[in-house]
């Protein structure tokens, strides 16, 4: 299939079909007990073209919890504010390691390696916090509201609750990186703006919408300039190499796109000039990625031909 007759909506179809023979294979996270409920096989899958297109399949307009793929709103907001100082903070390397890994920040000295790892998405968030005077969260659902044109669009009060409760990873991680001086903000403050960005509820079509200013090269829906085209490079530069933890190699692999999940068992993936698509599923693989969303992309991209590779 050469990209002039693409058909979407059949690369779709085959992209579910994919993730269906991986049913039963994926683990829901349960040490976000609110998130334990959602069905694991449960699945959706949609794509926003530059062009203004929406297809999608399955349970494509269902919100569920973005978790960490807000990690990519976090720092594209940073960027769009000129927030260029937090690379002292904050590293741009691949960890490794997985996402909630205290290990690193001791030997090196309370510095995250990327800003898509818990440790490094606290600072961040931080960071955002002091740039917003105070609306870090806020200002990343306001960003969504306006980019997926949905304004009902917010945080589930009741996963961040219980994200909060069950944080005791999450706030050492903070503290240890305070400990360090390398956190602006009260540590309880900026724990409780980052869970509040981590418990929005978004559908794949909403997050298919949102993702489509870095496909655009950093212009927003409204055709105003959110990023420059080089810092939209660079932030999907850093989604291919850091954006699904210690599996960014195996999904550049197998999927060949820039790409961010979340423990929901959503995975953002964007094709620079082009889409961005969504997949959705909560059944997680052991490095927190959805397992058929990784197969449902891994099929697109197989079927079509269209990665950055
Ligand atoms: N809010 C989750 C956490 O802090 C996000 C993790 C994720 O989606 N990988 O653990």
Not at 22 to 35: C, E, F, H, N, R
Not at 115 to 140: C, K, R, W, Y
Not at 276 to 297: F, H, K, Q, R, Y
Request: proline content about 5%; overall charge negative.
């Amino acid at each position: 299939m050469t990209p002039v007759d693409l058909d979407y909506q059949q690369l779709l179809d085959a992209s579910l079909d994919a993730a269906r023979r991986t049913a039963g294979a994926g683990k829901v996270a349960d040490y976000i007990p609110a998130l334990a409920r959602e069905d694991p096989d449960a699945f959706g899958m949609a794509l926003a073209s530059v062009e203004g297109e929406v297809y999608g399949v399955g349970d494509w307009q269902r919100p569920f919890s973005v978790q960490s793929i807000s990690k990519l709103f976090t720092l594209t907001l940073v960027m769009a504010r000129g927030g260029y100082d937090v690379w002292q903070r904050v590293g741009r390397e691949p960890s490794g390691n997985p996402f909630n890994s205290l290990v690193q920040l001791e030997t090196e000295h309370g510095i995250p390696r990327n800003p898509f790892i818990n440790a490094g998405a606290i600072v961040m968030t931080d960071h955002l916090h002091s740039l917003t005077d105070g609306q870090a969260a806020e200002t990343v659902r306001a960003f969504l509201r306006a980019e997926a044109g949905n304004p009902s669009l917010g945080t589930d009060p009741e996963v961040a609750a219980s994200e909060a409760e069950h944080g005791h990873r999450n706030a050492a991680l903070a503290h240890f990186i305070a400990s360090h001086g390398n956190l602006v903000n009260p540590v309880e403050t900026v724990l409780s703006e980052y869970y509040a960005h981590c418990a929005i509820e978004a559908s794949c079509e909403d997050l298919a919408r949102v993702g489509l200013v870095l496909a655009r090269h950093g212009l927003r829906a409204d055709g105003s300039r959110l990023l420059s085209r080089s810092e939209a490079k660079r932030i999907n530069a850093i989604l291919l190499t850091c954006g699904t933890y210690d599996a960014a190699g195996e999904f550049a692999y197998r999927v060949g796109l820039p790409g961010k999940s979340g423990v929901g068992g959503g995975i953002l993936a964007v094709l620079p000039g082009r889409a961005a698509i969504c997949a959705w599923s909560p059944g997680l693989d052991p490095a927190g990625n959805s397992v058929a969303a990784v197969a449902a992309l891994d099929a697109f991209t197989t079927l079509s031909g269209l990665s950055v590779f």
